[in-house]
């Protein structure tokens, strides 16, 4: 089984209970990954967010997600970033239906496919792995019952109707299914192979 790297788990990761998973959370410092096998990067988000106006990132966290698209870069697998991620426009990464020099592409998804509690709407950059070969994708009908954002307020303090608000550690833990299918798509990565833009 081919081992993947995780940077940027949670303490309490589902990744810490998966076969075949390398991973460095807060303690273990995803800086210290030394390379030679594909990864899967959950960066912080909030410097980068739609929401980064109001955010307070400490020193340096912000670097973060630009060096984590480094590393898929290099050694291939999937970035997951919210969507609307400012990280797009800055590094760039490929907007969907379009292919960078790294033969890197965007996948758009909703977290909700997997089994999340809301929506949590997401951008997948993806290296080493065609579209055509990606694990299949669940697709699910209908509205969740719960929602990430601002308690289901308009920003004129209004409500939205939309449903309840989830907590800040459901909006950062990655659902189960979910993370067996960003790590079989690590798996399935093949950084050499693929053909450049």
Avoid at 18 to 24: K, S
Avoid at 90 to 98: C, F, S, T, Y
Avoid at 163 to 180: F, N, Q
């Amino acid at each position: 089984m081919r081992t993947i790297a995780i940077l940027f788990a949670r303490q309490d990761s589902i990744y810490k209970t998966l076969p075949g998973c390398d991973v460095y959370d807060i303690e273990r410092d995803a800086r210290t990954f030394a390379g030679g096998m594909p990864v899967v990067a959950h960066p912080p988000c909030r410097a980068w967010g739609i929401l980064s106006h109001m955010a307070k990132p400490v020193p340096g966290e912000r670097d973060l997600a630009p060096w984590a698209v480094d590393q898929v870069r290099q050694c291939g697998g999937v970035l997951e970033h919210p969507r609307g991620s400012r990280l797009w426009i800055e590094k760039p990464l490929p907007m969907p239906g379009h292919v960078d020099a790294w033969g890197g592409w965007t996948l758009p998804v909703w977290q909700w496919w997997w089994g999340h509690k809301a929506a949590k709407a997401s951008m997948f950059y993806i290296v080493g792995v065609r579209p055509e070969d990606l694990p299949t994708i669940p697709f699910r009908i209908g509205t969740p019952e719960f929602t990430v954002g601002t308690s289901g307020r308009r920003r004129d303090g209004t409500r939205s109707g939309r449903g309840r608000e989830i907590r800040k550690s459901e909006r950062e833990h990655t659902p189960p299914d979910l993370a067996l299918w960003l790590v079989e798509t690590a798996r399935r990565c093949r950084v050499n192979e693929m053909e450049v833009a």
